[in-house]
């Protein structure tokens, strides 16, 4: 799995702006954002501080960050921006030359750190996400007409689950599938999103609304759920586990020759040190070519949507 540079900006202000941090400057390269509370004690690691600001109750000063996503055009602006700005000028710098710039320290300080696909900090935003949004509970804002009407409007509850399949061998390929499931009627729909396009959705129940009552409980929906990924495991191409396991015949293969005089040593104390380490080999090899498919479950939610029969 990768994700372009698009993506990783999304996915970075999504996170800001879901966590109230304060957007100072943004570009199609970068953004230069003050912190949220919330933010900086889920990114910064300073529990010391925070821990320091709860018992005295003053006021926090949060850390601000350039987050940029492309380095290379992000430079290239800094060095143009830096040509274009007018040079020192004064009777000193004739006598004593141009005095050398000092590194702005302290709570005004805005660090830089490049956030692209595989970095540390993307995957802490990730992490922060997973632990804030691992279950929600929303609902679909109905439109203003529908707060006006008589009748109350029919919502149906769904259970939506985001699944990561993990493929590994001595290569390894994930994927998302987010699922979900009608706890009325049971009709699974995958992928959700497509339900759930265009829909604003918010945790504050709507006016003028009623729940349909579920005649699906929900472990029942989560096995359902796991069925339909059991079922859509099993009529996957496994091409890739038949060669990997092909590679793993050939590595062990390997190992095989090369001990196989080896293990005619005739000292027993060497020759036990030899085959264990030999068994340590091959199940070292075995546990990285060895193909292996591992589902788990990332964000799962419970979504009440208007009823469309």
Not at 56 to 78: A, I, M, N, R, W
Not at 123 to 143: M, V
Not at 207 to 214: C, G, L, S, T
Not at 284 to 306: A, D, N
Request: include cysteine; hydrophobic fraction near 35%.
């Amino acid at each position: 799995m990768s994700m372009s540079q698009q993506q990783v900006q999304e996915h970075m202000m999504t996170y800001l702006e879901s966590t109230e941090c304060r957007i100072i400057e943004k570009s199609p390269w970068h953004v230069t954002v003050k912190l949220s509370p919330q933010a900086d004690k889920q990114l910064t690691n300073r529990p010391y501080y925070w821990g320091f600001v709860e018992r005295t109750g003053v006021e926090p000063e949060t850390l601000s960050f350039t987050f940029v996503f492309d380095p290379e055009q992000y430079d290239k602006k800094e060095q143009l921006n830096a040509s274009q700005q007018p040079q020192q000028d004064s009777i000193l710098s004739r006598y004593f030359g141009t005095a050398p710039m000092v590194p702005q320290i302290g709570p005004g300080r805005i660090q830089r750190e490049d956030v692209v696909y595989g970095s540390s900090r993307l995957q802490q935003i990730w992490n922060a996400a997973r632990q804030e949004g691992s279950c929600l509970y929303l609902f679909e804002q109905p439109a203003a007409l529908q707060r006006e009407t008589l009748f109350s409007a029919a919502y149906e509850p769904w259970l939506g689950i985001c699944y990561k399949v993990e493929m590994a061998c001595d290569v390894k390929k994930e994927e998302l599938h987010f699922v979900g499931i009608s706890l009325v009627t049971g009709r699974i729909v995958s992928p959700f999103p497509e339900r759930l396009r265009g829909l604003a959705l918010s945790p504050r129940l709507p006016e003028n609304i009623h729940i349909q009552p579920a005649s699906i409980s929900l472990p029942q929906a989560a096995s359902l759920l796991e069925g339909y990924m059991t079922r859509l495991l099993a009529e996957m191409d496994y091409g890739w586990a038949e060669q990997a396991r092909e590679r793993l015949n050939e590595e062990l293969a390997v190992i095989d020759i090369y001990y196989e005089d080896l293990l005619k040593e005739p000292d027993e104390e060497k020759l036990a040190a030899i085959r264990e380490q030999y068994s340590n080999r091959r199940s070292e090899t075995t546990w990285q070519y060895e193909p292996k498919v591992h589902l788990s479950v990332i964000t799962c939610g419970l979504f009440h949507l208007r009823s469309i029969r």
